[in-house]
Nanobody, 114 residues
Framework: QLQLVESGGGLVQPGGSLTLSCAAS????????IGWFRQAPGKEREGVSC????????NYADSVKGRFTVSRDNAKNTVYLQMNSLKPEDTAVYYC???????WGQGTQVTVSS
């Protein structure tokens, strides 16, 4: 049974950086595209970024383009989200998902505040 575990969230000041990890166990991620999503209080879950199975193709929401970078290390069965120049509006619970499936991690909280 595939399980996803996000980590790396925390409290950071505006302008700061965090790197989130999405580690998989129980199955390889090699053949799957992975998405990062976030949900802020009182708002619907939204897509942030996604990466193809090989890592050769990536996409970003306009709100994070130029600030966030998604990558993957298939040898480690892990996908990353490097977040730079963080803004208060980036505050949310961040989730990873195997695209097209119901496999989600439990989420990691990111809070951007001074």
């Amino acid at each position: 049974q595939l399980q996803l575990v996000e980590s790396g969230g925390g409290l950071v000041q505006p302008g700061g950086s965090l790197t989130l990890s999405c580690a998989a166990s129980g199955s390889t991620l090699d053949y799957y595209g992975i998405g990062w999503f976030r949900q802020a209080p009182g708002k619907e879950r939204e897509g942030v970024s996604c990466i193809s199975s090989s890592g050769s193709s990536t996409n970003y929401a306009d709100s994070v383009k130029g600030r966030f970078t998604v990558s993957r290390d298939n040898a480690k069965n892990t996908v990353y989200l490097q977040m730079n120049s963080l803004k208060p509006e980036d505050t949310a619970v961040y989730y990873c998902n195997v695209l097209g499936t119901d496999y989600w991690g439990q989420g990691t909280q990111v809070t951007v505040s001074s």
